[in-house]
Structures are given as C-alpha cells and as structure tokens.
C-alpha cells in the first residue's frame, strides 16, 4: 500500500508564497498520476490539480490556473504543489492523492484517487 506524506503547510499573508511536498513511499507502477486537494471547513473536498508521473502533463481546477503550479520529482517518488499569490479563500487542509488508472479525462473527483495522505494546513492571513 503506497503511503503519502505532505509537507510544507503553514501560515502565510495574503500575496505570499507556500511550496507544498508530497512523498511517496514508493513510485510503484500502479501509480499513475499524483493529485493535489483541498479542504476548508465545512466545505466539500476540492480538486486542485492533478500530474502524470511519466509525462508529466498537468491539468488544474480554474480557481488555482496561473497561481498553482504542480510538479514532480520521480527519483524522488515527490510531487510539489507550488503556491503562489496566495489568497485567503486558499486557506483550507490540502491533501495529495494517488491514482492506479489511466484517464482520458483528468480526474478531478475524490472518488478517482486510491490513496491519500494525512493533509497538510495552508492558513492564508488578509
């Protein structure tokens, strides 16, 4: 069972910037694209963006296009989630996610990933 752990949450002003790591316990081969969500309170778990291990072809959610950006680091079984102009509407628990299957269409469900980490706070101050 793959296991992921993030890293790189905190507190940031308004503007500022957050890189965020997910790792990976091992980059298997059921492992076929890394996604990154989130979750304020109260609210449903959000799509954030999502990445293909051996192509590395991206898509993300509107609210986050030309702020976010997702990255990977395959010797290092790592994917990144770099942040910035951050907002306070950003705040929330951003979880990584790992889906085994191939898509045409990226994934953007909760329900598309198989595995996911224990998530990490971003709190964005105004």
């Known amino acids: 069972q793959v296991q992921l752990v993030e890293s790189g949450g905190g507190l940031v002003q308004a503007g500022g910037s957050l890189r965020l790591s997910c790792a990976a316990s091992?980059?298997?081969?059921?492992?076929?694209?890394m996604g990154w969500f989130r979750q304020a309170p109260g609210k449903e778990r959000e799509f954030v963006a999502v990445?293909?291990?051996?192509?590395?072809?991206?898509y993300y959610a509107d609210s986050v296009k030309c702020r976010f950006t997702i990255s990977k680091d395959n010797a290092k079984n790592t994917v990144y989630l770099q942040m910035n102009s951050l907002k306070p509407e950003d705040t929330a628990v951003y979880y990584c996610a790992t889906r085994r299957g191939r898509y045409y269409n990226p994934p953007s469900s909760p329900r598309d990933y198989d595995y996911w980490g224990q998530g990490t706070q971003v709190t964005v101050s105004s």
């Open positions: 091992e980059r298997t081969f059921s492992s076929y694209a």
């Open positions: 990445i293909r291990w051996s192509s590395g072809s991206t």
